[in-house]
């Protein structure tokens, strides 16, 4: 067993007060449930202590994201392996108009991916929902890679700005 010294604690401090915040977002964005992005960040800081151990790393903040994502994609291979379970009070508060704020969350980003064109929709199903890398896309859209980035931003820019029209709209 490992003897942790103060100053194995301290750079182990250090890397979650510097990356803590950028993990969680970009977690967030992928997830969007708050719940479910805790548990990832939580178990992708887990995942980097048990393999660093308390050595410093280059690019800590890279790092914890890669591992991050591969926990995303696993957990999405998981509810796609046994399916997903269904909320039938979630589904019956928002047939009656009350829906929990995930819920409405998730509907809302459904209904602004509907508004994309479908090239848009596609390459945001692929880099972002399913986690593919740009040139796996690319090969899947038919596509040079720097057209997959180029696509990918505008269709982020897009459902941002169709999110920020409803938003206003339900405001």
């Not at 178990?43 to 280059?58: D, M, V, W």
């Not at 039938?88 to 991916?113: N, S």
């Amino acid at each position: 067993m490992r003897v942790v010294f103060e100053e194995d604690l301290r750079l182990l401090e250090q890397v979650c007060r510097e990356t803590w915040l950028p993990l969680y977002r970009s977690v967030y964005l992928r997830v969007q449930n708050r719940e479910e992005a805790e548990d990832i960040t939580q178990e992708t800081y887990a995942r980097y202590l048990a393999h660093t151990g308390f050595r410093e790393i280059e690019d800590p903040l890279a790092y914890l994201k890669a591992v991050a994502l591969n926990l995303i994609r696993d957990r999405w291979r998981q509810k796609r392996r046994r399916g997903e379970d269904l909320d039938f009070d979630a589904l019956q508060l928002a047939a009656e108009g009350d829906m929990p704020d995930g819920v409405h969350q998730e509907m809302l980003v459904r209904q602004a991916l509907d508004k994309l064109a479908p090239e848009q929709r596609r390459v945001i199903e692929l880099r972002i929902l399913e986690g593919r890398s740009v040139a796996e896309a690319a090969r899947a859209m038919g596509r040079r890679p720097g057209a997959v980035r180029v696509l990918q931003y505008r269709a982020l820019k897009k459902l941002a700005a169709i999110l920020d029209e409803e938003e206003e709209r339900h405001a």
